[in-house]
Structures are given as C-alpha cells and as structure tokens.
C-alpha cells in the first residue's frame, strides 16, 4: 500500500511537486547566475527571495491547470514531453509580465535569462521523467524470460510504431524488426529496432532472424497484400497475427500491444463500410422500432445495433423458440434499461402481426424475416413463396394500414436477374412491398446485399466445419464467385440506407470486386494453419439447382445513381403494374393453398419476364459505374 498525505493526494505525487519547485527555482536562479558569471560580475540578492517565490507560484499554477500531475513518470512519452516544454513557455511569458509590472520593469533580471528559461525548465524537468521510465522499462525487461517469442513487424509506420513501443515491455514477444516496402527507411532504425528489408524479403529477412511469429501492421487497404502475406507466412511455417483497427479497440476491448488472428473479412479485397453514426442515431433516438426475423443473423445483429444506438422500444417478432429466447437473453443482459417486447409468432400470421402493430404502434418496421438457402428452395417453391412473398405481403400490407412510417425491406442480390426460388420470391417480395405501400403514408426502403459472411447457412461457417473433420472442402465451381459483406457491416447498410430519408428506390451496396469461391476456401484453410491441396483438399461438386456463376447487384433496365453515402447506389425501380401484381399474389395465394407447384412456377415466369429458371446459367457481373441520374451504358 502506498503511503498518502490525503486520499486525494498521495505522497508520490507530493513528491513530483516538491522535485518541480527545486527544478523551477534552480532553472530560474542558475540561468540568472551563470549570466552574471560570464559577465564577471556577482548576483544581486536583493530581490532574490520574492521573484523566485513568483516564478515558483506562477510555474505550478501553470504546472496545474495544464495538467501535468494527472500523468505519471512510469509512463512518461512525447506527448508529456511538449505539455512541459508549452507549460515552461505559458509560465515564462506570465513572469516576465508580472516582473515588469510589479518589480520595476524587472530590474536586475538579464533579458537572455528570461529567454532561455522555458528551455531550460523543459530540460530539468523532462530529463528525470525519461530516465525514470526507462530505468523501469529496463527493470521490466530484466525480469521477462528469455523465452520469447521471436516476432517481426510488417509496416513501419504509425500503427507498426505504436506496436513495437508495446510491445518492448511484453513478456511474450521479442521484436526483431520491421520490414517495409519503403526504400527511403531500409536500414534505419525505430524505438532502437532496424526495417530488415521489403516485404518481398520476407523469407530471407524470417530465416536469418530466426523469427516465429509476423505482425501485420499496414495502414491503409491491403486486402489484397494481407491475402499473398498469409500465403507467404503459411509456407514459410509462420503464424502471423495483425494489429486491431481502432474501431475495434473500442468495440472488443483489445489492449494496446494486443494482436487480434487475421479473418476471413480481412482478405475481401475491399474498404468495410464506414457508416454515418450520428445520421443514424439521429434516426433511431428514440423510436419505437419492429424487427421480425429477429432471432436470425441480420435479424439479431439489428436488434443489438439498434439497442446500442438508443432507440426508444424494440418489438421483436421471431418463431423460432430458441432463437427468441436466446437474444432476450442476450438483450436484457447488455440493455437491462430498453423497454423490449420479445413475440413469438410467424409473421405470416394475419391476425398476430396487425394485434402487434396495434399494440405497440411501432414507428419503422425493419422486415428480416425470410429463408434463403437456394438448393432447399429449389426443391420446396411453395414454401419460397409463402414465406418469402405471403408472409412479407400480409407485414408490409399491416405495416402500411397501421400508419408505420418506414417500412425496411431486406432483399438480395439473387432478386437480380433470378434463375432460383430464392431470387423470384424475393423479387415479387419488392413488387409486393411496393404495391402496399404506393399511395400510402409509409416510405418503403429496399435494401438489397450479397451474401453475409458467418451467417446461418453460408458457406463460411461449412468450409470451417469441413476444416475441422479434415477436409475435403466442397467448392461448386472452380470460377464462381460471389459478393460478400459481414453482418455487422449489412446490418450498418440497413440502418445507412434508412437516413437517406430524401431517397426512394432499392438501395446496393458497393461491394467492391466479387470473390472467387475457391480463393476464399484456400484462405480460410490457410488461416486454420494448414496447406491447401496438400493437408485439406478441395473437392468441385457442379453448380446446384438454382445457382449462378456470378451474382448482379442491379438489373440492367434499372437506372441508379450514387447516393450522399459514397458506399451506397440507388437503383430507381422499373416501372410496374401494381394491379398485375395484385392479381399475381392472389393467385400465388390461391396456388399455395391448392398446393399446385405448377401454378406457383407458372404465375412466376408470368409476372417476372426476366424470371429463367436454370442450372448454372452464366452471367457476367454486372458491375454499375457511378453515372448520377443516369442508367448504365
């Protein structure tokens, strides 16, 4: 226990203060005496006692208000450094105004003495702070084993910088170095550590310092480096880790000399969104907001984003027992405050959502309820059609009679030139939603995004089971590819897309290039520290019932312009004939009844003319180039 004078002033800090009083006296004294020295005359004491009691007085004030004694030397830096030196300037000028006005225009004082002052006080004071910290951080070292890890440091910038101050006083890792593709610093040294080379040095660089372990520290997008990085260090026989974002400090809690295992997300080739916070919490503050499909992936992250960002009610519609009982949970340990209704019921159900509607009087509905495995939807249409169109019928149709002002449609990409059940039901889902809310007083907000990584069903979370059992990892296609995002960053896309309260039609992401199936299968065995074709192999089964090559983020008679969110495209709906679509829901209604398959495809191909159901039909991606209000070339 450390001794104290008081509980708000320990005696550490009691002595901080008394070694600044000694260091400002003895600044102020010695300078005026060495000027009276190299003069060969003698210091006049009359007016000793009184100017150093008020350079004293006025240096701590100044000391004080700047600051200086919430710090502590274990930890002094750069930054503690200038607050002195700006504090020594601030103290300096304020004595020599109050000298010349009090102590008759400082008489005695040498001129050269007040100048050279805040230097000098800077230099008194600065000086045992560092030697302090790096007595201790010696202290530190001493007593870390010589077992460390042997790690090198990949970048030399800010980020890299930070890293290996951290990491100096862990006890785990021993840097080595750092490698950086910039000629102009090969061979310098940071913090005392050398940039060994370039990146393309790598191996050599890894071999001679016997490293074991890499950090990757790039600033800036490096996707496409991070990916050939992983692949290098997996034949290499290095684990490599990377340094967290800020956002991701805050948000996960990482320390500082934290290194955070390379994901999947990293390597997507692309910038993640970067959402407008304050627009959406401007949005949602205190609303009353509905979400069904609520116990699923986007469903869920939804709600949680939505909590976090201070709305004022959330009802949750969700069918799945668990599902629901599992995010109330999860909800009402982290929001224990949120006024939160949790339903269970199939959205579908007439009577149910219009009793909820009633109810709680929700303000946006966000409708995330739907399936969306294509191969199990190719084989089942009827159930495609109830779930995906009927049900979000009867939402968006009781959403628009109960006055709901936003009414959020979470689409797909598939809904682009569909050739699945998937595609077709989400696409007259969008007809649908449009023709209820027409001439209404709801806004309807379409977004449409591709797939969403590690959520139920995809392909991430069967190729890292796969992994598991010790492959093969099942890719369809040698060529296919797809868009992804994650569902933090889809859920973000939502609530963007909700802000551009000034825009109407069906919103897309930019989702950057598409990403080839099987690059992704070998960067995921990769990442699990294997070899792919070598420890886990890939297996090519055939394109599925219902499955493209390459997926469309818009059709191509849609006209679309990018909107205010530089990540975010509007696509202008086509025009539609909302009785034709009134007419097909009545028949799909009827068919689904009926349980006549041959109807439902039929009333499909009818109302959706670009609707061509095929296996592995071959589409280029359709990649918009942004031409503001205008269509694509």
Request: charged share 20%; aromatic share 6%.
């Given at each position: 226990m450390k001794p104290v004078l008081s509980n708000h002033f320990p005696l550490s800090r009691a002595l901080v203060v008394l070694h600044d009083v000694l260091m400002v006296a003895i600044a102020w004294q010695g300078l005026i005496a060495l000027r009276y020295a190299s003069l060969g005359g003698s210091v006049p004491m009359h007016g000793f006692v009184p100017e150093t009691a008020l350079v004293v007085s006025v240096q701590l004030a100044v000391f004080w208000q700047m600051g200086l004694y919430r710090g502590l030397w274990r930890f002094?830096?750069?930054?503690?450094?200038?607050?002195?030196?700006?504090?020594?300037?601030?103290?300096?000028?304020?004595?020599?105004?109050?000298l010349f006005l009090f102590f008759d225009r400082a008489e005695g004082v040498p001129r050269v003495a007040m100048l050279l002052y805040p230097l000098g006080l800077t230099l008194l004071l600065g000086a045992p702070r560092v030697l302090y910290r790096t007595w201790k951080d010696g202290q530190s070292?001493?007593?870390v084993s010589t077992q460390r890890e042997r790690l090198l440091i990949l970048g030399a910038g800010p980020t890299a910088e930070s890293l290996a101050r951290d990491l100096q006083r862990s006890d785990r890792y021993q840097v080595v170095g750092f490698v950086d593709d910039d000629r102009s610093i090969q061979g310098a040294k940071i913090y005392g550590l050398p940039v060994l080379g370039r990146i393309d040095e790598l191996a050599r660089i890894a071999d001679e310092a016997a490293v074991t372990q890499v950090a990757i520290a790039l600033s800036g997008d490096h996707a496409e480096q991070l990916g050939r990085i992983a692949s290098q260090c997996e034949r290499l026989r290095l684990r490599f880790s990377r340094v967290p974002?800020?956002?991701?400090?805050l948000q996960e809690q990482w320390m500082h000399g934290g290194l955070k295992d390379v994901a999947i997300e990293d390597l997507l080739g692309r910038d993640p969104v970067l959402p407008d916070w304050e627009a959406i919490r401007q949005s949602l503050s205190g609303r009353s907001i509905m979400i069904t499909g609520a116990g699923g992936s986007i469903g869920s992250e939804l709600a949680r984003q939505c909590a976090a960002l201070g709305v004022g009610q959330l009802v949750l519609l969700e069918r799945s027992e668990l599902a629901l009982h599992e995010l109330q949970l999860d909800l009402r340990s982290r929001f224990p405050n949120l006024a939160t209704e949790f339903v269970l019921g199939d959205c579908g159900d007439d009577v149910l959502v219009?009793?909820?509607?009633?109810?709680?009087?929700?303000d946006e509905l966000f409708h995330a309820a739907a399936y969306k495995h294509v191969p199990l939807l190719e084989a089942q249409p009827r159930e495609a059609i109830r779930n995906n169109l009927l049900a979000t019928d009867v939402v968006a149709a009781a959403a628009a009679d109960a006055g709901v002002k936003t009414f959020v449609l979470i689409s797909t990409d598939k809904a682009v030139n569909s050739i699945n059940m998937l595609g077709a039901s989400k696409r007259l889902a969008e007809l649908a939603c449009l023709a209820r809310c027409e001439g209404t007083g709801t806004r309807l907000v379409t977004v449409r995004f591709g797939n969403v990584l590690d959520s139920a069903g995809s392909v991430v979370p069967l190729f890292r089971e796969q992994i598991r059992r010790g492959g093969p990892i099942t890719v369809t296609h040698p060529d296919v590819t797809r868009y992804f995002m994650t569902i933090p960053e889809a859920c973000q896309l939502i609530l963007q897309a909700n802000t551009l309260r000034d825009s109407l039609g069906i919103f897309t992401l930019d989702m950057g290039r598409p990403v080839l199936?099987?690059?992704l299968a070998e960067q995921m065995i990769r990442l699990a520290g294997y070899t792919p074709y070598r420890d886990i192999d890939i297996s090519y089964t055939g394109l599925r019932p219902g499955e493209k090559l390459h997926e469309e983020l818009f059709h191509a008679?849609?006209?679309?312009?990018?909107?205010?969110h530089p990540k975010i495209f509007l696509a202008e709906p086509q025009p539609v004939d909302l009785g034709m679509v009134d007419n097909a829901l009545k028949a799909l209604r009827a068919a689904v009844q009926r349980d006549d398959e041959p109807e439902i495809k039929r009333v499909i191909a009818e109302t959706i003319p670009e609707f061509a159901p095929a296996v592995g039909r071959v589409t280029g991606p359709f990649r918009p180039q942004v031409i503001r209000g205008g269509r694509t070339p």
């Open positions: 002094a830096s750069l930054p503690d450094l200038k607050n002195i030196l700006f504090s020594s300037l601030a103290g300096g000028v304020l004595v020599a105004l109050l070292l001493r007593g974002a800020p956002e991701e400090m219009r009793r909820v509607l009633a109810q709680w009087r929700p199936i099987r690059m008679n849609e006209s679309y312009s990018q909107t205010i």
